[in-house]
RNA sequence: UCCUCAGUAGCUCAACGGCAGAGCAUUCGGCUGUUAACCGAAGGGUUGUAGGUUCGAAUCCUACCUGAGGAGCCA
């Protein structure tokens, strides 16, 4: 049986392999809490009720060690677990082995000594909630892609050049030759797309920026689709429908860990479309408003704003403070985002892009664009920028053969765990995170 | 890279210029309904590193190391 299931077996004779969470010795009675990677399940054993050997296991028992429990499911109000409400009467145990003295407790630990122990950690309650509703996520994202007409075309990691121009990147020795980590799949996506239509790209990325932040990871988890075809509008409405998508996917599937993470779910529930959509140069006129209501001196510097500034951090969190779902802010100024986004028209100063901003002050989760798609116009760009147009004449070539308008975005994996679980750190929505200084285990 | 804060028992912390302490974990004993159980006992320390001030430093000063929070950059 798995303990995920425990209530569908009700009066049956069941056997549990797993670990023990924790136990409480009433010296005569013990509780032995189980985890078996589904669930948590109170196992009771009495001494009466049990051989003196099997009896004497259940007593000497350390957190951690492996197990496999035969006994009696039973309905019970006072048995704590996930899911709670049953317990397991003892019959039958067996040991696998007897943990060492298990370095993490069911108390509060300091964040250097979990992140150490990371390999352990992920078998905590509250890192086990977090992980299954990654799972969900991911699993959401490729099922609603799927469903709508998108293929996965799958995109390098290794790469001869940086894909836009404006971050860091990690160089490795490819035989002799200099390469670098994908920091996106987009340039690739857009001659995939002019192969497919609708097409997604869905792995990690790397970026050595040297950021400390509890918003950034070297290592994450981005999907990236790119659509012929699309407009701005359009790109807008794909978005809604997809988010909304994967939060009500994980309000329906996850309530248990959900409650867990106690997160306030009915923040959750808001999220449908439509989303706001606000231009840049509203959203600038929004924070100046702002701005002369505050006068704590610190906090305006923070917030001070003039057209042509990308938002920082306290930006992105005033505006998204002022709406109850996600917004979206377009039109960005085309000095602040890459050198392929297509000029708004009549207006070569802003850029038909879109920031996808969540609520209670996650940040932006999505960024994408209308692409350039005039050839001349994306050389201009490209000598503009001082890149070497030679590492861009594959990417400059399909604008030769059948270029069309299109667009894409780039939703990133983590910063979306965070936001639906209500994390104060995106070190927790990846299993083994990759961070400045820190990338053990 | 910049700003701020913190490193004391396995873990979480106290002691803030005068004997190095508690809770949890571990070991031993007790308890048939615990929810991070509880009660009693025991073991556990080069106070991040190096230097300085002082009769005396975990405590004050300097440098370095490690970590955290924030900024910038971005998903």
């Not at 509060?108 to 992140?115: A, N, R």
């Not at 160089?171 to 497919?196: H, K, R, S």
């Not at 299109?406 to 939703?411: D, K, P, R, T, V």
């Amino acid at each position: 049986m798995q303990i995920g299931d425990i209530a569908q077996h009700d009066g049956q004779e069941v056997t549990v392999r797993g670990w023990l969470y924790n136990r409480t010795d009433k010296g005569r009675l013990q509780f032995l809490l189980v985890r078996d990677g589904t669930g948590i399940a109170q196992c009771v054993a009495f001494k009466k009720e049990l051989p003196p050997e099997v009896f004497e296991i259940a007593q000497e028992l350390t957190q951690e060690s492996s197990i496999m429990i035969t006994g009696t499911v039973r309905a019970d109000d006072r048995a704590p677990g996930h899911p709670g409400g049953f317990e397991i009467g003892i019959t039958h145990l067996e040991l696998i082995q007897m943990a060492d003295e298990y370095p993490i407790q069911p108390k509060e630990h300091g964040v250097e000594f979990l992140m150490d122990n990371r390999h352990l950690w992920v078998r905590s309650l509250r890192q086990w909630a977090i992980l299954r509703i990654r799972g969900t996520i991911i699993n959401t994202i490729r099922n609603w892609l799927d469903e709508h007409g998108y293929l996965l075309v799958d995109t390098p990691i290794l790469t001869p050049a940086a894909g836009e121009n404006t971050t860091t990147l990690f160089e490795i020795d490819y035989y002799g030759e200099p390469a670098y980590l994908a920091q996106t799949g987009q340039l690739y996506n857009e001659a995939n797309m002019a192969a497919f239509g609708k097409v997604y790209c869905f792995g990690p990325t790397f970026r050595a920026e040297k950021s400390k932040t509890r918003r950034h990871l070297m290592e994450f988890w981005m999907v990236e689709p790119e659509m012929a075809f699309f407009s701005l509008e359009d790109l807008m409405d794909m978005e809604e429908q997809f988010i909304s998508a994967i939060v009500q996917t994980v309000l329906e599937k996850h309530r248990m860990e959900l409650d867990i993470l106690e997160r306030d779910t009915s923040r959750l529930e808001n999220i449908v479309p439509p989303f706001p959509r606000i231009s840049y140069d509203e959203a600038v006129e929004r924070l100046k408003q702002r701005l002369e209501e505050i006068d704590d001196p610190e906090r305006k510097a923070e917030l001070a704003i003039t057209w042509g500034d990308d938002f920082g951090s306290p930006h992105e969190t005033e505006l998204a403070e002022m709406f109850d779902r996600p917004v979206f802010v377009y039109n960005y100024p085309t000095a602040a985002k890459a050198f392929y986004m297509q000029p708004v028209e009549g207006r070569p100063e802003a850029c038909r892009s879109v920031d996808l901003l969540a609520p209670e002050g996650y940040g932006e989760i999505t960024g994408g664009s209308e692409r350039i798609y005039d050839p001349e116009l994306l050389k201009e760009r490209v000598d503009e920028i001082g890149i070497d147009p030679e590492n861009y004449a594959w990417y400059l070539d399909l604008r030769r053969f059948g270029t069309v308008p299109h667009a894409g975005f780039g939703l990133g994996v983590e910063r979306t765990v965070a936001w639906i679980c209500g994390l104060p750190h995106i070190r927790e929505t990846i299993p083994y995170a990759r961070m400045l200084n820190r990338f053990y285990p």
